[in-house]
């Protein structure tokens, strides 16, 4: 994992980058995967194809990735990931699709993916 500032490499565990300062995921200059400069609108990065994360979102609205994984893995089909994520929509809507067509589970193993290959981005315009 790299400062998405600096570029300067960082434990999985540090909320700050020690060399600049910045809050862990903040910054749009370099990958957090590789550490290599990335341009300013790039969606992904094209050293090493990783999503970059979009101004607007935040990827999993700060939460852990392996307790979204477990929860979505496990309690996906209700939307319970999504309610912890600030998606109280998509939540209902998962409840609603489980419970009258049964494909709600579907759905969460879309979430489970997007989630696992780091690709899930929360926007904040959408919740309510």
């Known amino acids: 994992m790299f400062c998405k500032n600096c570029g300067e490499a960082m434990n999985e565990n540090q909320a700050i980058c020690i060399k600049c300062g910045v809050k862990t995921g903040d910054g749009n200059k ?3 995967n590789c550490g290599k400069e990335v ?4 969606e992904v ?3 090493c ?3 970059v994360k979009k101004e607007n979102g935040e990827y999993l609205a700060g939460k852990d990735k392996i307790v979204m994984i477990l929860i979505c893995f496990f309690l996906g089909g209700l939307g319970i990931h999504n309610f912890m994520m600030g998606e109280t929509k998509k939540g209902v809507f998962k409840i609603i699709l489980s419970f009258v067509c049964g494909i709600g589970g579907i759905l969460a193993l879309i979430d489970l993916i997007k989630i696992a290959m780091g690709s899930y981005v929360v926007d904040p315009d959408k919740l309510i």
């Open 30 to 32: 370099f990958c957090w």
């Open 49 to 51: 194809g990783v999503a």
């Open 45 to 47: 990065c094209l050293s």
């Open 39 to 42: 341009a300013e609108n790039a």
